[in-house]
């Protein structure tokens, strides 16, 4: 009789078991599903007309409106770099499958730019007009570029079924724009991006100041690119560190670029270093800073610059990069430290003098919670084409805040725009101005953000860990009268998130 009970306890047990792992598994499917439309626009809303703050994040939208070009309403499309005589850069890449032999002998299949992951670097001077053609040699779902940070005109941001459809293989897409901010910016696919960066499309692209970097000392500059390359991680293309030339007294300019999708903290050991730049941004007299943690969220950049000691060498690392050190100098070991406080940007540097950005009265207020349900990654509680879009017109002033209620860190993304941070956790920000493309937030944290409206398009604001903007953390700021032709879902193939 207790045997028998007991059966029944324990099959009662398995079935339980069962039948959790299968709700799990079917939310999950169901939750992919949430990227694979069979058709939609990713401009569905035109709210004209609303022009009162407040509240607007949690509006709810109208669904299944198309985006039929109206009299008056732009398209995505004729929106592009402006002509002008500036001295022309010009870049060919190919997408193609290949096989990487890493330095320790592994090999790699991976999806590359010219044969290489991260692609080439490419290097430009602040003005210049880039020109850079895409080719699909055979990447079957197709690929586009987009060019994290830069502010590109609406039709060359690389968005699958938003600007351009997919180039399939076989097929090219040129895109135009101006480098108009110098600073320390990167390119990737933007088509299945979870898949595709991780399989290796993508690359640097730094703009260097037309005026060289004003210093007493020489400098050294060197791009240090980390990766997730399927399970590999990788610094500039290699499984193991890089080490940078420096003699003492001169200055090394390190351009981290993290372009995996988990936060990465790094240690500086045997120099004291100041961070000159965030995303590209230089930062107003920065400090110097010693023993202390750079946490870097995926999609983000610091540019540290580092004086070479006369004693020994510098090492910079990450735990989320075992074996993966950058090594500057020659000379004695220093001492490794990794307990140091975390970088924080709220008094660092100083504040510009006559500073109005502060006292700039919002025209529009957003708030976005990120956070998760279940399988789904969330922004106010909804999933990518549930989300409202932010609807703005040009010239706009924006505030965002955003919180960060759980589901891991969350590195904030918006395209098209620069935006500026203004306070954390209710603290304003007293040391210099941080403007930013990518905002790292970590659970509980809550800031303020500003931006100005002013460049007109449809544009991408999602999570830049991109597995999580699968997951539904993705969304839409839309400006008003602008449109777009491009479809997103199966019946396109365009699928820019998944
Ligand atoms: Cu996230």
Same mark, same amino acid.
């Given at each position: 009789?207790?045997?028998?009970?007991?059966?029944?306890?324990?099959?009662?047990?398995?079935?339980?078991?069962?039948?959790?792992?299968?709700?799990?598994? &079917?939310?999950?499917? =169901?939750? %992919?599903?949430?990227?694979?439309?069979?058709?939609?626009?990713? #401009?569905?809303? +035109?709210?004209?007309? %609303?022009?009162?703050?407040?509240?607007?994040?949690?509006?709810?939208?109208?669904?299944?409106?198309?985006?039929?070009?109206?009299?008056?309403?732009?398209?995505?499309?004729?929106?592009?770099?402006?002509?002008?005589?500036?001295?022309?850069?010009?870049?060919?890449?190919?997408?193609?499958?290949?096989?990487?032999?890493?330095?320790?002998?592994?090999?790699?299949?991976? =999806?590359?730019?010219?044969?290489?992951?991260?692609?080439?670097?490419?290097?430009?001077?602040?003005?210049?007009?880039?020109?850079?053609?895409?080719?699909?040699?055979?990447?079957?779902?197709?690929?586009?570029?987009?060019?994290?940070?830069?502010?590109?005109?609406?039709?060359?941001?690389?968005?699958?079924?938003?600007?351009?459809?997919?180039?399939?293989? $076989?097929?090219?897409?040129?895109?135009?724009?101006?480098?108009?901010?110098?600073?320390? *910016? =990167?390119?990737?696919?933007?088509?299945?991006?979870?898949?595709?960066?991780?399989?290796g499309l993508l690359g640097a692209l730094i703009v260097?100041?037309?005026? $060289?970097?004003?210093?007493?000392?020489?400098?050294? /500059?060197? +791009?240090?690119?980390?990766?997730?390359?399927?399970?590999?991680?990788?610094?500039?293309?290699?499984?193991? @560190?890089?080490?940078?030339?420096?003699?003492?007294?001169?200055?090394?300019?390190?351009?981290?670029?993290?372009?995996?999708?988990?936060?990465?903290?790094?240690?500086?050991?045997?120099?004291?270093?100041?961070?000159?730049?965030?995303?590209?941004?230089?930062?107003?007299?920065?400090?110097?800073?010693?023993?202390?943690?750079?946490?870097?969220?995926?999609?983000?950049?610091?540019?540290?610059? !580092?004086?070479?000691?006369?004693?020994?060498?510098?090492?910079? &690392?990450?735990?989320? #990069?075992?074996?993966?050190? !950058?090594?500057?100098?020659?000379?004695?070991?220093?001492?490794?430290?990794?307990? $140091?406080?975390?970088?924080?940007?709220?008094?660092?540097?100083?504040?510009?003098?006559?500073?109005t950005t502060l006292y700039v009265q919002p025209d529009?207020?957003?708030?976005?919670?990120?956070?998760?349900?279940?399988?789904?990654?969330?922004?106010?509680?909804?999933?990518?084409?549930?989300?409202?879009? %932010?609807?703005?017109?040009?010239?706009?002033?924006?505030?965002?805040?955003?919180?960060?209620?759980? @589901?891991?860190?969350h590195p904030f993304h918006i395209h098209g725009h620069?935006?500026?941070?203004?306070?954390?956790?209710?603290?304003?920000?007293?040391?210099?101005?941080? *403007?930013?493309?990518?905002?790292?937030?970590?659970?509980?944290? +809550? *800031?303020?953000?500003?931006?100005?409206?002013?460049?007109?398009?449809? =544009?991408?604001?999602?999570?830049?860990?991109?597995?999580? #903007?699968?997951?539904?953390?993705?969304?839409?700021? /839309?400006?008003?009268?602008?449109?777009?032709?491009?479809?997103? @879902?199966?019946?396109?193939?365009?699928?820019?998130?998944?």
């Amino acid at each position: 009789m207790l045997t028998r009970r007991k059966t029944v306890i324990y099959v009662g047990i398995l079935l339980l078991i069962v039948l959790m792992i299968g709700a799990a598994v &079917s939310t999950y499917l =169901w939750q %992919m599903r949430l990227q694979k439309p069979v058709e939609m626009s990713m #401009a569905h809303h +035109t709210m004209g007309g %609303m022009t009162e703050m407040a509240g607007m994040g949690h509006m709810e939208h109208m669904a299944g409106m198309e985006n039929s070009p109206a009299e008056g309403e732009l398209s995505c499309d004729s929106l592009t770099a402006p002509e002008s005589s500036a001295p022309i850069r010009k870049f060919e890449l190919t997408a193609a499958q290949t096989t990487l032999k890493l330095a320790n002998g592994e090999k790699v299949k991976a =999806w590359t730019f010219n044969g290489s992951s991260p692609g080439p670097e490419l290097r430009v001077t602040e003005g210049n007009r880039v020109v850079i053609t895409l080719h699909n040699k055979d990447i079957e779902d197709g690929v586009t570029i987009h060019f994290h940070g830069i502010k590109v005109p609406c039709s060359q941001d690389g968005i699958a079924g938003l600007t351009q459809d997919a180039v399939l293989p $076989g097929g090219q897409f040129t895109y135009t724009f101006i480098a108009t901010t110098p600073g320390t *910016y =990167w390119y990737h696919s933007h088509q299945m991006s979870s898949i595709q960066v991780s399989k290796g499309l993508l690359g640097a692209l730094i703009v260097e100041p037309k005026t $060289g970097y004003q210093s007493d000392a020489p400098i050294s /500059d060197t +791009t240090v690119l980390y990766q997730q390359l399927d399970s590999s991680m990788l610094v500039n293309g290699r499984a193991e @560190g890089i080490a940078v030339p420096g003699q003492p007294g001169e200055q090394a300019r390190l351009r981290l670029i993290n372009a995996g999708n988990e936060t990465m903290e790094f240690n500086i050991d045997g120099a004291s270093f100041r961070g000159v730049a965030m995303d590209g941004h230089d930062l107003h007299e920065p400090g110097l800073l010693e023993g202390v943690r750079v946490p870097i969220g995926a999609g983000q950049r610091y540019d540290l610059l !580092i004086q070479v000691p006369n004693t020994g060498k510098v090492i910079i &690392s990450s735990p989320m #990069a075992k074996n993966l050190p !950058i090594t500057i100098g020659s000379g004695s070991e220093p001492q490794h430290s990794d307990g $140091g406080q975390l970088f924080s940007f709220i008094d660092y540097g100083t504040p510009l003098p006559n500073d109005t950005t502060l006292y700039v009265q919002p025209d529009r207020l957003f708030n976005l919670e990120l956070g998760q349900n279940l399988f789904v990654k969330s922004i106010n509680g909804k999933a990518f084409s549930d989300i409202p879009p %932010m609807i703005v017109k040009e010239g706009d002033h924006v505030r965002i805040n955003v919180s960060n209620r759980g @589901g891991g860190d969350h590195p904030f993304h918006i395209h098209g725009h620069v935006f500026r941070v203004l306070s954390k956790n209710g603290v304003a920000l007293r040391g210099s101005p941080v *403007y930013l493309d990518t905002l790292l937030t970590k659970e509980g944290e +809550t *800031y303020e953000l500003y931006l100005e409206a002013d460049n007109p398009g449809l =544009w991408m604001v999602h999570c830049h860990n991109l597995k999580h #903007a699968s997951m539904g953390m993705s969304m839409m700021l /839309d400006y008003e009268g602008i449109s777009t032709s491009y479809r997103l @879902g199966t019946k396109s193939g365009n699928l820019p998130d998944l």
